[in-house]
């Protein structure tokens, strides 16, 4: 059946409205967790990767909070912290979920990084909005002294905005791959992976941007050579004329008409179009099935039998 990777989106651990408590993401988690466990079941090798928005967003709350009490971390250290707590969630409860039906299965989360290219021209123009809304005079003294970007949201106040590069190869891909051929879960690349750059001697740093994890997903399950690429949204797969007047969703279709519809900008920057794009690349890329779907249909999204999705040949 070969390895499938699935991307959970931001519904997967939290719902709109709610808060973000512990209480909150581990209901949300245990429910998610019943899902991958019926994939399990039926024999799919699963890696796990998943968004971080919400939670990223509160760490970077509590460091401004106590940025007077302890030293604040900058924003690839607080997109590892999220990497670990979310990780530690799924694989709690994957592994009762699990035990539930009598399987035992080592689950590993892997602290991923991403590698991007600095010279991204995303690093001049910084679209994605990240943390929580601010006051003009905040987003001012931000901008003036810390050389930040930050952009009006017409209504809801100021918004830090960071770059989105592409993302290029994901760095612990060998370490992922040997457990996975040992038959471990992994839950890795969280948040589209922590974005790094390489220097001129070849190491490596941290920057402030966020990647797109479906765009991530791609690349991660290329690298592994995965057999199919499942993104579990709270839609079940992209449309056209999305929300308006003749809204048509689309089930399996062909790469070409999916170019057509992709440049006619049906897809949303931000939230459908990278998906959309992931498997566009992840077919290119060789891979069989690639899919958008909803998060209660994983099963019938790994059959190829809904959602929005490209099968290969
Ligand atoms: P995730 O956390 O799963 O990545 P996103 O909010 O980034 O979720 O993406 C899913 C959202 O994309 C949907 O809730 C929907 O509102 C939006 N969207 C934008 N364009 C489209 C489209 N053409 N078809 C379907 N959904 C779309
Ligand atoms: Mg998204």
Known sequence: ?????????????????E??????????????A???AGLIEEGYSLVITHGNG?????????NEAGRDKVPQMPMDICGAQSQGMIGYMLQMCLRNALKQVGLNIPISTVVTQTLVDKHD?????????????????????????????????????????VPSPDPKAIIETPSIKSLVDQGHIVICSGGGGIPV???????????????????SAEILATSIKADSLI?????????LNYTGSGE????????????????????????????????????EHGGRLAVIACLDKAREAALGQTGTRIVAG
């Not at 919400?54 to 509590?62: A, E, H």
């Not at 123009?125 to 987003?139: D, I, L, M, Q, R």
């Open 1 to 17: 059946m070969g390895i499938t990777v699935v991307a959970l989106g931001g519904n997967a651990i939290l719902q709109k409205g």
């Open 19 to 32: 808060k973000g408590t512990a209480e909150d993401q581990l209901r949300n988690i245990r429910k998610t």
């Open 34 to 36: 019943a899902q991958l």
């Open 54 to 62: 919400p939670q990223v967003g509160n760490i970077m709350i509590q």
């Open 121 to 161: 021209p995303a690093f001049s123009h910084p679209t994605k909005p990240v943390g929580p809304f601010y006051s003009k005079e905040w987003a001012q003294e931000r901008m003036e002294f810390h050389g930040e970007s930050w952009i009006e949201d017409a209504g809801r106040g100021w918004r830090r905005v």
């Open 197 to 215: 750059i390489e220097l001129e001697d070849g190491s490596l740093a941290g920057v402030e941007a966020v990647i797109e994890k479906d765009l």
């Open 231 to 239: 993104i579990l949204t709270d839609v079940n797969g992209a449309a």
């Open 248 to 283: 048509t969703w689309l089930e399996e279709v062909t790469m070409s008409q999916l170019v057509r519809y992709y440049n006619e900008s049906h897809f949303f920057e931000g939230s459908m179009r990278p998906k959309v794009k992931a498997i566009m690349r992840f077919i």
